[in-house]
């Protein structure tokens, strides 16, 4: 079965500094990913999702994702952090060949400093 | 605009007890879902609804059961829970079954405490 994992629990960055918060996923075919954000007693919302051709994956609030096929990664990233970007974020992803299981990481906590 | 309504979104069992966590989509979704959320262990699936008419497994069902009860709705039914169930929970729909890169919309929770 598909998984992924987000190998940093916690994530601070300084507002206006690039962000990064890191994601590899595994799956046996080829993958559809998706990154999705979640604000204090909310439900996830969807931020942006790799489906094919481009590896640079734009989405919501000035978020991108890269996705690197031999790295087995999509890394989220934002060029200039905001305090309002500070919540909890989840990669996600899916097998073309299973695609009602999508499987979701453990989540990355990312604190945005003023 | 409502999107994915979940009821109630707080409730305090007793082991052994039964209860029925309700969901309901208005964007004509035909795929739903139930996750729950447990800390270090992000989203995992319950159960899921591909369309009407149909439910499966997901990665965690022990312990629970679905009914979909028409398009818009989907519940969960704990039988008798057990703190191990204490959890938050998440209903979810999608536009699917289709090519597998709809994205989610997620209603905004169910905390359940089992004592």
């Known amino acids: 079965a598909q998984s992924v994992a987000q190998p940093e629990d916690q994530v601070n960055v300084a507002e206006g500094n690039p962000l990064t918060v890191k994601c590899t996923y595994s799956?046996?075919?080829?993958?559809?990913l998706f990154w999705y954000v979640q604000y204090p007693n909310r439900g996830l919302q969807f931020l942006l999702k790799y489906i094919t051709g481009d590896n640079l994956v734009k989405g919501s609030y000035g978020f991108e994702a890269e996705f690197n096929k031999s790295q087995t990664s999509f890394h989220l990233k934002k060029p200039s952090a905001l305090v309002s970007d500070s919540a909890l974020y989840f990669c996600a992803v899916r097998d073309r060949d299973n695609n009602n299981d999508m499987r979701f990481g453990a989540g990355t906590r990312l604190t945005v400093k003023p | 605009n409502a999107g994915v309504t979940q009821t109630p979104k707080f409730q305090v069992l007793k082991t052994g007890q039964s209860m029925t966590l309700q969901c309901a989509q208005d964007m004509n979704h035909n795929s739903m879902y139930w996750y729950r959320q447990d800390p270090g262990m992000g989203l995992r699936l319950i159960y899921y609804s591909a369309s009407e008419g149909t439910t499966d497994k997901g990665e965690v069902p022990n312990g629970y059961n679905v009914s979909r009860l028409n398009k818009r709705e989907f519940s969960l039914r704990l039988e008798s829970a057990a703190p191990s169930q204490t959890s938050v929970y998440f209903c979810?729909?999608?536009?699917?079954?289709?090519?597998?890169?709809?994205?989610?919309?997620f209603g905004s929770g169910t905390q359940l405490s089992v004592l």
């Open positions: 979810a729909s999608s536009e699917g079954p289709g090519q597998g890169h709809e994205k989610l919309f």
């Open positions: 799956v046996s075919g080829n993958p559809y």
